[in-house]
């Protein structure tokens, strides 16, 4: 069902630096545990350049750069957000909504939420919130069907952040250029999700030629499509390593599939699978997991 939006956002009014109040709990946010903002830069194209910071428990500071659109056709309110490279925007599936359905006059507060009802943050220029505020902020989200009862509160300390981050992006090119250990995991990793999303792009588009190429059966190449796309975005969305773990098991399915059929299809399988699991071999010890296997996969 779709979500009640304002009329219209004045996005010089709404650019420059929000503190998030409350969200319901997100993937995108397990390490955050203080001091979460978000700030707007609109640029000429009409587009919005968005950095989300936080501190996390380990004191550290986590920061990830994106990008907003319009959605065409809709209010200003309605946007979609991307925090993937750039070079995989043409994938409908890396734009995120981001909605607003509750704003101040004086763009003080703002809710914003996802048609699914899975996501919902409320934002403020202060740290702090007005109680009169937040119920009517929270009373907005309810009556559009959100679930306030799960709402986290978020604490804000007195740490500066804004000039200390960590970015969060998975590689850059000067990163790979000082060669460290963890830029060479990053590094790795990008370059298996961009192969896992650009087989599944290339066999949900054309799952006939993928099959003659790979010498597979053609009545699999979608299903198989599906989940190399899946993969891949579990490994854009996520530093554990299970979705590494999961493109390797499904590279020795495909092998073992292959083997008889095109033995240089099965040998490349292999090869991936050793790939995935040496960057597993690689990687820091990965942070204690929240969700299942086989949801990340």
């Not at 899975?118 to 069907?145: E, F, K, N, S």
Request: overall charge positive; charged content about 20%.
């Amino acid at each position: 069902m779709d979500l009640r939006v304002v009329p219209t956002v004045d996005y010089e009014r709404y650019a420059g630096k929000w503190y998030e109040i409350a969200r319901l709990p997100n993937r995108f946010e397990q390490r955050c545990a203080t001091d979460v903002t978000a700030t707007y830069v609109p640029r000429t194209d009409g587009r919005i350049v968005v950095i989300n910071r936080c501190l996390r428990a380990d004191g550290r500071i986590q920061e990830a750069n994106g990008i907003a659109r319009r959605v065409d056709g809709q209010p200003t309110s309605v946007l979609q957000v991307r925090f993937a490279p750039a070079l995989l925007s043409f994938l409908p599936f890396v734009w995120g909504d981001y909605q607003v359905i509750d704003l101040g006059p004086d763009y003080d507060y703002a809710v914003v939420g996802a048609p699914s009802r899975a996501y919902l943050w409320i934002l403020a220029r202060q740290p702090v919130l007005r109680p009169d505020l937040y119920a009517h902020a929270t009373d907005a989200a309810r009556t559009q069907g959100f679930d306030v009862s799960k709402l986290v509160t978020t604490a804000h300390t007195s740490f500066d952040i804004s000039n200390r981050a960590e970015p969060a992006a998975l590689v850059s090119p000067a990163r790979i250029l000082r060669g460290s250990p963890a830029d060479a995991v990053a590094a790795s990793r990008f370059l298996i999700a961009l192969g896992s999303l650009a087989i599944g792009a290339w066999g949900l588009a054309a799952p006939r030629q993928l099959a003659r190429f790979m010498g597979d059966d053609e009545a699999l190449a979608r299903p198989l499509a599906a989940r190399d796309a899946a993969i891949g975005i579990a490994l854009l969305g996520s530093r554990s390593t299970v979705p590494l773990f999961c493109r390797a098991a499904a590279d020795v399915s495909d092998a073992l599939r292959l083997r008889r059929r095109s033995p240089s299809s099965a040998a490349a399988a292999l090869f991936s699978a050793g790939w995935s699991l040496a960057t597993v071999a690689f990687s820091r010890p990965a942070p204690r997991m929240s969700v299942s296997m086989t949801r990340d996969c």
